[in-house]
């Protein structure tokens, strides 16, 4: 039970490192809100920049992720574009509408239950009541969990922010071209290598894409 209770310690801790990492890279620059970040998406939406719009709406998205108005116009942008996102549904949307601190703190709590009702055991008391304190903790532990995975993804995410990016064999200039992606398309990073990101696509492709023609959504 103490190796569970470590267990869900720890993946609350890099839950926390992730999500406030950005925040602290440089601690001399204020951090942007949502509202600033949506604002600068409209702007180049309506300049005719999908990309540069398309990452100011995920980035937005991270601050207020139920936000409905910036769901809408994050869809509308990637339509123009002749991009589809598929939306989560069931659980995964519940968990990823709602603001990742809620989940953070239903994680604190789960971990708080589940070390109490590990003590009570240990201590022989009240041992109908430790049972449910630790089943109740094991599932708010579970429940954050999941929404940290869920949101991972976003995470090593990165937006084509020029148009028709050419992905290449290798990390190299005059490296083959395999194919190009859209501006908007969103990508995941896997590995970087000398001004290069290995990217996978959606439809799970993968290449070398130069850095100068995407933008991290968590720089």
């Known amino acids: 039970m ?14 926390a490192l992730a999500w406030h990492a950005p925040a602290r890279a440089d601690e001399s620059t204020p951090p942007l809100s ?8 409209n ?23 139920d936000d409905a108005d910036l769901a809408a116009n994050l869809a509308t942008v990637r339509s123009s574009a002749h991009l589809s996102a598929p939306a989560p549904s069931g ?6 509408v709602a603001s990742p601190d809620f989940f953070a703190w239903i994680g604190v709590l789960g971990v708080l239950f589940a070390g109490a009702g590990s003590v009570a055991v240990v201590a022989r008391r009240w041992r109908r009541t430790a049972a449910a304190a630790i089943v109740v903790g094991g599932l708010g532990v579970a429940v954050c969990v ?13 937006v084509i922010i020029t148009p028709d990016a050419p992905v290449r064999v290798a990390p190299a200039p005059m490296g083959d071209s395999l194919f190009a992606l859209h501006e ?28 100068a023609n995407l933008a991290r959504i968590v720089p």
């Open 2 to 15: 103490m190796r569970a209770s470590r267990l869900a310690t720890l993946c609350l801790a890099l839950w």
């Open 34 to 41: 949502a509202a600033s970040l949506y604002n600068a998406g």
């Open 43 to 65: 702007a180049y939406a309506r300049a005719g920049h999908p990309g540069l719009a398309v990452l100011n709406y995920e980035r937005a998205r991270l601050l207020t992720p």
């Open 91 to 96: 659980v995964a949307h519940l968990l990823l």
């Open 146 to 158: 999941a929404n940290v995975i869920l949101w991972w993804p976003t995470l090593h995410a990165a």
């Open 184 to 211: 908007a398309d969103v990508v995941g990073i896997e590995a970087e290598h000398e001004g290069f990101f290995l990217v996978r696509t959606s439809s799970a492709r993968t290449g070398w894409v130069a850095a």
